[in-house]
């Protein structure tokens, strides 16, 4: 059984070794996930969070917020306090820098978004 990777444990390995992270959309991923080593999964919230955690007790699980569910940044906040209680150890918000900041200043591991964003395609092309 491998140890949960922690917040701090992925500042300790930044750039020391690379990391394993994959997209799962339910239970049953995220247990093929676990029994293969992978360091980190993420899923959305419309999926069945609760399952998966409980699938993959000891794989850093990030929660991803749905892009434009959200209209303000307390709404924000409320959605990355549900993913805690699902079982998130991070919450992903690809959302403007305020929502991520709002996220962040309520203590919750919060992970942006940096270069292309497919949503933004038609504004710069890809």
């Given at each position: ?32 996930c ?72 309520e ?20």
């Open positions: 059984m491998m140890t949960k990777l922690t917040v701090k444990d992925l500042f300790a390995l930044k750039g020391k070794r690379q990391l394993t992270e994959i997209y799962v959309r339910n239970a049953k991923e995220a247990a093929a676990e029994a293969a080593g992978i360091d980190m999964i993420i899923t959305s919230e419309r999926s069945d969070t609760k399952s998966i955690r409980e699938a993959a007790p000891n794989t850093f699980l990030t929660i991803g917020q749905a892009y434009g569910d959200y209209n303000s940044a307390p709404e924000a906040v409320g959605s990355a306090f549900r993913a805690l209680r699902n079982g998130a150890d991070a919450v992903y918000c690809g959302s403007s820098l305020g929502f991520v900041k709002a996220i962040a200043d203590g919750i591991p919060v992970v942006g978004h940096v270069g292309f964003v497919p949503y933004k395609s038609t504004w710069f092309g890809g």
